[in-house]
């Protein structure tokens, strides 16, 4: 059983940044790590993931050049750095794990955090 707890969530301004933490208690050995968002009204997107050894990550679109994964195995926690915000990324992060195939789809992560709210304001 894996337990995860997000953190560092808030309300920002338009172009600040932010560090999203997850926590992890238990076996994630060779998993991903994924992070999602869900604003009010919309579904849950995939926003990024990491795999296991570092050496792969991807992104939506939206956040290509702004967002960037990272975790450390030896301490079992992840990280989303989220530069340059926008109104349009306010939402309830995730972070999940697992060995999703593909890596976007949240139905494929075994495991899921509580949430933390990211608001951006104009």
């Known amino acids: 059983q894996v337990h995860l707890v997000e953190s560092g969530g808030g309300v920002v301004q338009v172009g600040d940044s932010l560090t999203l933490s997850c926590a992890a208690s238990g076996d994630t050995f060779g998993t991903t790590m994924g992070w999602f968002r869900q604003a009010p009204g919309k579904e849950r997107e995939f926003v990024s993931a990491i795999a296991w050894n570092n050496a792969h990550t991807f992104f939506h679109d939206s956040v290509k050049g702004r967002f960037t994964p990272s975790r450390d195995n030896a301490k079992n926690t992840g990280a989303l750095q989220m530069n340059s915000l926008r109104p349009e990324d306010t939402a309830v992060y995730y972070c999940?794990?697992?060995?999703?195939?593909?890596?976007?789809?949240?139905?494929?992560?075994?495991?899921w955090g509580q949430g933390t709210q990211v608001t951006v304001s104009s």
């Open positions: 999940a794990v697992g060995w999703p195939s593909p890596y976007s789809d949240s139905r494929e992560y075994d495991y």
